[in-house]
């Protein structure tokens, strides 16, 4: 059983950068590819991004593509979302996604996982 924490969540104005954080419960986080998606209100959970075990590979939804960065630190049992010139639209709970056996594009084509963290809320303001 894995278990993934989000944190960094928060309120910020459109155009604001913010970065959040998942930590892994696991001493093999580095063989689970690792994904975000988001839910908004009144909205299905949707794909953001995804990397793969060794970082090399990294896919984004064409909606954050160019603005937001995925990217993972095996030694420390975390992946990283940045988040830059937010948009209000981009207002939604935030989910780490971890799987041991998908790939990331995979993960983006199912838009399932194996395990899930909590989320973490981003509200962007206009």
């Known amino acids: 059983q894995v278990q993934l924490v989000e944190s960094g969540g928060g309120l910020v104005q459109a155009g604001d950068s913010l970065r959040v ?8 986080f580095s063989t ?15 794909f953001v991004a995804s990397i793969s075990t060794s970082g090399i590979t990294t896919l984004y939804s064409d909606s954050v ?19 830059n010139s937010l948009k209000p639209e981009d ?11 998908r790939s990331a594009q995979a993960l983006r084509i199912a838009q399932r ?9 981003v509200t962007v303001s206009s």
């Open 32 to 46: 689970y590819v690792m994904g975000w998606f988001r839910q908004a209100p009144g909205n299905e959970r949707e």
């Open 21 to 28: 954080s998942c930590a892994a419960s696991t001493r093999t």
């Open 113 to 121: 996982a194996a395990y899930w963290g909590q989320g973490t809320q």
């Open 91 to 101: 207002t939604a709970v935030y989910y780490c996604a971890a799987d041991p056996t």
């Open 65 to 83: 593509r160019g603005r937001f960065t995925i990217s993972r630190d095996n030694g420390k049992n975390t992946v990283y979302l940045q988040m």
